[in-house]
């Protein structure tokens, strides 16, 4: 959706275009983008003149003469297209302006989300598409802005995308001030300093004044006008970044979902903090991941074993049924309990019933350290999970670290512990580790040195306790 630089740059590039033109005619291809009657808002437009454009929040304020005023939004793909006199229509042309002149506007909306209201200069900040619209950061009263976010407890990103609150911030723009105020995306709101609140506005206006200077943003298909490309995109610091590396830092940019919506943000320039810093340990069998976790256990982090996770669930008598009736077949041992050797033995050799195996596991384990995480009260958490990036669970991480080693040390390691070699390896090719080792943190390759080891996973404790400072 276009958010305020780029409908206050259509305001900019379509006033030019519209001023003093008498309209002469006016086509509605489809009336559902007209609020009230259609043929009320032809007859009482058609030779009207158009004064100027004003806005309001992300509504275009058409003023004419005779004392009109026509509201406009172009929700999510709306825009104005300036077309001459032979030239054909635009291909979702849905509302045309005929003027006196010759030159004609057509109003293009693929998804027909816009809407048209015919209003008056004596009542048109009285409709309620207006009422509902709060101060734009330029001219919103701190006191005001701080005292509305310190009766909410959602996370100040919703808050900041609340336009009764404060209009003028859409995803795009709120993940760009968040970032540049060092707040994390999910921090309650009603927990924000009078400073903090004060950084968000000051930025707010920075930001969307950098914005409409530039031209607003062409996301993806939002263009503001034929012809017109905004550049803002160019700059943006944190929107569309995951995966790469932080401006500032140079850690991994993450994506979570806050309120629904898509949210990126820097895990070490943004910190929660109401909950724990959680880092993911991830690699192939027998590569080090174990032994990595007890050293940032010995540092005070609590642990999370995704193994000894599913362990609790194999003991469980009804997910042992569950898993028999999912592999179709008996998989307990002579005691009863599920015999874990029989199951890696199957999905080996079937990739379908590994899927539906780890199908089954993964959303468990995931509810299991989701709950470690909203129920711990210390400041670090550290999850050992062979197959991180291809569960899903990173989005629950602010660090990754990845392990690796050679082929010959994980033998060596798998025949010291008494391990079936050939069998670990075989359900190690689902481990996808070298696809994903550009989305790390921290990389670790484990050649079991333990003074060595030892020394470069301090270095990392260090740095992520850091962040906390």
């Not at 129920?375 to 602010?398: I, K, N, R, T």
Request: proline share 4%.
């Amino acid at each position: 959706m276009p958010e305020l630089p780029e409908v206050e740059t259509v305001r900019k590039l379509l006033e030019p275009v519209v001023k003093d033109e008498e309209i002469a005619d006016i086509v509605v291809y489809k009336k559902r983008i007209i609020q009230g009657s259609t043929d009320v808002f032809i007859n009482t437009l058609r030779g009207r003149h158009f004064r100027n454009i004003s806005r309001i929040g992300k509504y275009l304020i058409f003023h004419l003469d005779g004392n009109l005023v026509l509201l406009s939004h172009l929700r999510m793909e709306g825009k104005y297209i300036e077309i001459g006199p032979e030239d054909p229509i635009s291909r979702f042309c849905r509302v045309l302006f005929i003027f006196k002149s010759g030159k004609r506007l057509c109003y293009d909306d693929s998804r027909q989300f816009g809407i048209m209201k015919l209003t008056d200069e004596d009542h048109f900040l009285m409709e309620k598409e207006l009422t509902n619209v709060g101060p734009e950061p330029f001219v919103i009263d701190k006191d005001y802005f701080y005292q509305r976010l310190h009766r909410l407890k959602k996370s100040v990103k919703e808050a900041i995308l609340d336009q009764k609150i404060m209009t003028g911030l859409g995803n795009i723009y709120a993940d760009e001030v968040l970032f540049a105020t060092h707040i994390h995306p999910e921090t309650p709101a009603c927990t924000l300093s009078r400073s903090q609140t004060d950084d968000i506005v000051a930025s707010s206006i920075h930001i969307l004044h950098e914005a409409i200077a530039a031209g607003g943003s062409t996301i993806r298909s939002y263009h503001p006008s034929k012809g017109i490309d905004g550049h803002f995109q160019n700059t943006l610091q944190a929107y569309g970044r995951e995966g790469e590396k932080c401006y500032r830092c140079g850690h991994i940019m993450k994506k979570i979902r806050v309120g629904g919506r898509g949210t990126t943000y820097c895990p070490y320039c943004q910190i929660n903090p109401t909950k724990p810093i959680v880092v993911g340990i991830t690699g192939p069998v027998a590569s080090g991941k174990s032994l990595i976790a007890k050293i940032f256990s010995e540092a005070g982090f609590v642990v999370f074993n995704s193994d000894h996770a599913v362990r609790e669930l194999y003991d469980d008598a009804d997910f042992k049924n569950i898993i028999a009736e999912v592999l179709k077949t008996n998989i307990t041992d002579s005691e009863g309990q599920i015999d874990r050797r029989k199951i890696g033995i199957i999905i080996a050799e079937n990739s379908q019933k590994r899927k539906a195996i780890e199908q089954l596991i993964h959303p468990l384990v995931r509810k299991k350290l989701e709950e470690m995480i909203a129920h711990s009260s210390a400041p670090f958490l550290v999850a050992e999970v062979p197959l991180l990036f291809e569960s899903g669970f990173d989005d629950l991480m602010q660090y990754v670290v990845g392990v690796t080693t050679e082929t010959s040390k994980q033998i060596e390691f798998l025949t010291n512990r008494g391990s079936d070699v050939d069998l670990s390896l075989s359900l190690n090719a689902s481990n996808k580790f070298s696809r994903y080792e550009k989305k790390v943190d921290y990389l670790i390759i484990n050649l079991f040195s333990q003074e060595e080891l030892k020394a470069n996973v301090n270095k990392i404790i260090l740095d992520i306790k850091s962040s906390r400072q």
